[in-house]
C-alpha cells in the first residue's frame, strides 16, 4: 500500500514531530495548522515548540522539500488529526469532552478527500470519537461512501490510533513505541498498519476503534489513580507530622510496591484530561476514577494553602513585618521535569494564584521559557541565583534538574515548601 504524500492536520507537541518522523523517511509531507505564525516558523525551517532533536529533524525535512507547511488541507493519499481535545462547560458541568477541533479538521480536509484516503484520529478522545468523526466526514461528502455504511468496501478507511508519547522523547517514542491501532473495520486498520510502518519500529496491534479510544483513556487514568494515591498519602502524612518521602522509599522496600512520587497536582494534556473522557461518557461508573480526579484537581488549593501558613510562620517569627515585605519566588511553572510545556500545569496554577494573593514580591524562576504567559505579567520571570538572593520564601514546584543542585545552606534561613521532596525528602 503506496502512501506517496501524506498530511498531518494541527502542528502541536504531536503533529509536528509525527509529520517530521514521517517526512524523514523520505516521504512528501504536508503539515496543516491555522495558527499563521507556527506555519511561517516551520517553512523556514525552524520550530515553534520545544522537544529534544525536533529542531534538527525538522530543518532537514524541510530543506530538503520533504516538509512543508500550509493553513489549508490540499489532497493527499493519507491524513492524521492530531488536534486538541479540551473541556467545555455544560449543564453545570466542566469537563464535558470538545470535539469542535476535530470538527473544524473533518470540514476542512473533507473537500479535498478522493477514493482510496485514509483518514486517522489521533487525538485523545471520548470512546465514539472516531465514528462521529466519520459521520461528519459523510456528511461532507456524500459522494464517497465510508466504513459505517459500506463497511469493508468504502471509499475511505477511517481509524483511531493514539499517541502515547513522553515530552522530552517524543521523537525516540514515536518511532519506537507500539501502536494500537483501531480501524472502523480490518481494511481500515490494515491500512493504517501500513502507515505506521513506515516510521514505526514497535509493535502496531489492531482492534476497534472503540477499543483503541478507550486503551488510552485507560492507561492515563491507571496513572492518574496512582498518583492520587501518594498524593493523599502526602496530605495524611503532613497532618500526621511524618515526612511522606522517607515512608513512600520505604514503603517501597516490599516487592510488590511501587508508590509514585507526590507533587503539586497533576498536569499536561494527557493525565489531567483522559480520566474524564471516560468519566463524561459512564459518570455513575467511573467512581475511583472521578474521585482520583478530584484528589489529584484539589492538590494545587492544598499546596497553596501550605504557601500561606509558611508565610504566616515567617511574620510570626518577623514582627516588624508586613506581607507585603516578603517575597516569595516560586521554582517551575511547566506541568513536568525539563520542558517548557505549560498546558494544564497545577504548578502554573498555584504559581497564579500567588501572584494574584500575595500582596508582596513574587519572582517566577523557569529556566525552559523566556517570557512569562500574560497572566503572570505581574510577576517577574528571574533566574535561579537572583531568587535564592531575595526571596523569603521558596517554593519548589517542579523537580527541573537546574533546581535539584541546589544545595542545602543556599536555602538557610528561607522557608521552604517543597511539593516535590527535592530539598526535604530526607
Excluded at 81 to 103: C, S, W
Excluded at 118 to 135: D, F, H, K, W, Y
Aim: with cysteine; hydrophobic share 45%; proline share 6%.
Amino acid at each position: 500500500m503506496n502512501f506517496d504524500t501524506i498530511s498531518v492536520i494541527g502542528l502541536g507537541y504531536i503533529g509536528l514531530p509525527t509529520a517530521a518522523v514521517i517526512a524523514s523517511r523520505r516521504k512528501q509531507v504536508i503539515g496543516v495548522d491555522i495558527n499563521q505564525h507556527a506555519v511561517d516558523t516551520i517553512n523556514r525551517g525552524d520550530i515553534h515548540i520545544v522537544e529534544p532533536e525536533l529542531d534538527m529533524l525538522v530543518h532537514a525535512a524541510v530543506k530538503e522539500g520533504y516538509l512543508r507547511a500550509t493553513t489549508t488541507p490540499e489532497a493527499a493519499d493519507a491524513f492524521l488529526i492530531a488536534v486538541p481535545t479540551p473541556f467545555k462547560a455544560e449543564n453545570g458541568n466542566d469537563h464535558v469532552p470538545d470535539l469542535t477541533y476535530i470538527k473544524a479538521a473533518s470540514q476542512a480536509i473533507a473537500p479535498v478527500l478522493k477514493q482510496g484516503d485514509l483518514v486517522i484520529l489521533e487525538s485523545t478522545s471520548p470512546v465514539g470519537a472516531t465514528e462521529q468523526m466519520a459521520a461528519w466526514l459523510a456528511e461532507a461528502r456524500p459522494d464517497l461512501t465510508f466504513p459505517q455504511t459500506h463497511g469493508e468496501e468504502s471509499d475511505i478507511r477511517v481509524a483511531h490510533c493514539p499517541e502515547r508519547v513522553l515530552p522530552g522523547h517524543v521523537v525516540r517514542e514515536l518511532v519506537e513505541n507500539d501502536r494500537v491501532i483501531g480501524g472502523m473495520t480490518a481494511k481500515c486498520s490494515e491500512a493504517s498498519t501500513a502507515l505506521y510502518k513506515i516510521f514505526v519500529q514497535g509493535e502496531c496491534i489492531t482492534t476497534t476503534a472503540r477499543t483503541a479510544e478507550m486503551a488510552k483513556l485507560t492507561e492515563n487514568s491507571f496513572r492518574d489513580v496512582n498518583i492520587a494515591f501518594a498524593n493523599e498519602l502526602s496530605i495524611i502524612c503532613d497532618k500526621l507530622d511524618i515526612n511522606v518521602w522517607e515512608l513512600i522509599r520505604l514503603a517501597n522496600r516490599h516487592p510488590r510496591v511501587n508508590i509514585l512520587q507526590p507533587g503539586p497536582g497533576v498536569g499536561g494534556h494527557c493525565i489531567a484530561v483522559d480520566p474524564w473522557f471516560i468519566v463524561s461518557e459512564t459518570p455513575e461508573e467511573a467512581r475511583l476514577i472521578r474521585t482520583a480526579r478530584e484528589v489529584n484537581d484539589s492538590k494545587p488549593q492544598w499546596v497553596i494553602d501550605k504557601v500561606n501558613e509558611v508565610v504566616g510562620k515567617f511574620l510570626s517569627a518577623n514582627p516588624d513585618k508586613t506581607a507585603k515585605d516578603v517575597t516569595i519566588a516560586c521554582f517551575g511553572l511547566a506541568f513536568k521535569p525539563d520542558i517548557d510545556d505549560l498546558r494544564e500545569s497545577p504548578a502554573l496554577g498555584v504559581a497564579n494564584a500567588i501572584v494574584q494573593l500575595h500582596p508582596g514580591k513574587v519572582m517566577l524562576v523557569e529556566p525552559n521559557i523566556s517570557q512569562l504567559p500574560d497572566k503572570l505579567n505581574a510577576a517577574t520571570l528571574i533566574g535561579v541565583d537572583a531568587a535564592l538572593g531575595c526571596a523569603d520564601v521558596v517554593v519548589l514546584l517542579v523537580d527541573h534538574k537546574v533546581f535539584k543542585k541546589i544545595k542545602l545552606e543556599e536555602l538557610k534561613g528561607k522557608m521552604v515548601v517543597d511539593s516535590r521532596g527535592v530539598w526535604t525528602a530526607g
